[in-house]
């Protein structure tokens, strides 16, 4: 395995793991909506790392334009999910998802 | 062992312990804050992997916009409760053990991997010249860069849109 500066890309590929499995623990252990969103947040983060990496190791500049496409599709989700959220909030006033079971048999 | 390799370690460290806090802090405020430092932690690591333009576009749009548009919706709904009512414990037992077992899953499909292709690693790759010439010069990426344009519009309007108050 190569390193860079010292670093192995192992490193960073068990970085970006951890930073995902906590993104996705935070996706299942919270209620509050918010909080949901920013654990997606924390897992596109965990990819756009991994991107860098991988593109810094490899020496090819594709994957940190992925990163700036990835940053700029999480920019619009982002205010479209707050949008949504907001809307929620003024019909059912709260943020919590086990509310929001209508749809559920 | 250079001093890159006690950076690394350091910001991994705060990475994860701020996101560990993201998931487990009472007060929404908290978790915003946490997650402003995380994003603080991996624009570090951009630095140490020579992508300076990412780095600073990254603490840009994270932490100026995004998390500042988070803050925002937090304070307006005034959620900055502590009684969130929480899920039940057996619930959030499954939860933790089902988030180790992907980490264990990720872990060993990567353990053994070798990565093929390696070549000597360029240090200009991150600049703003070289990512303003990948791009735009070579007409690869030119295309979803007018795309992403047409769906900010589309994100813009639909946001303007869903929470606009009804008018009747």
């Given amino acids: 395995m190569q390193t860079l500066s010292g670093i192995p890309l192992n490193y960073y590929i068990y ?19 918010i909080i949901m969103f920013m654990c997606i947040e924390l897992m596109l983060n965990a990819v756009n790392l991994l991107m860098v990496a991988f593109s810094r190791y490899l020496g090819d500049s594709s ?20 949008a949504i959220l907001i809307m929620i909030y003024r019909n059912a006033k709260t943020s919590d998802t086990e509310v929001l079971n209508e749809l559920k048999l | 062992m250079g001093i890159t390799v006690y950076i690394f370690w350091f910001l991994s460290f705060v990475a994860l312990i701020s996101a560990l806090n993201v998931v487990f802090a009472k007060s929404p405020v908290h978790s915003v804050l946490s997650l402003i430092i995380t994003f603080f932690a991996i624009a570090g690591h951009y630095l140490l992997l020579n992508a300076q333009f990412l780095a600073a576009v990254h603490i840009i749009v994270y932490a100026g916009a995004i998390m500042v ?4 919706v937090i304070m307006m709904l005034n959620l900055n409760k502590e009684t969130e009512p929480h899920k039940k414990n057996y619930i959030k037992f499954i939860s933790v053990i089902a988030s180790c ?6 872990v060993a499909a990567f353990r053994g991997a070798e990565i093929e292709g390696a070549t000597s690693p360029n240090d200009s790759i991150g600049l703003v010249e070289n990512l303003g010439k990948v791009l735009f010069d070579q007409n690869q990426f030119l295309l979803p860069f007018e795309v992403s344009s047409i769906l900010f519009l589309a994100a813009m309007v639909g946001a303007v849109y869903l929470s606009k108050k009804e008018l009747h």
């Fill in chain 1, 15 to 33: 970085l970006s793991t951890a930073l995902f499995c906590i993104g996705v623990l935070g996706v299942m252990v919270r209620r509050n909506a």
């Fill in chain 1, 63 to 82: 994957g940190q334009v992925f990163v700036f496409f990835i940053m700029a599709v999480a920019a619009a989700e982002v205010a479209v999910g707050l």
């Fill in chain 2, 69 to 72: 548009l988070f803050l925002y």
């Fill in chain 2, 101 to 106: 077992l992907l980490m264990i899953t990720f």
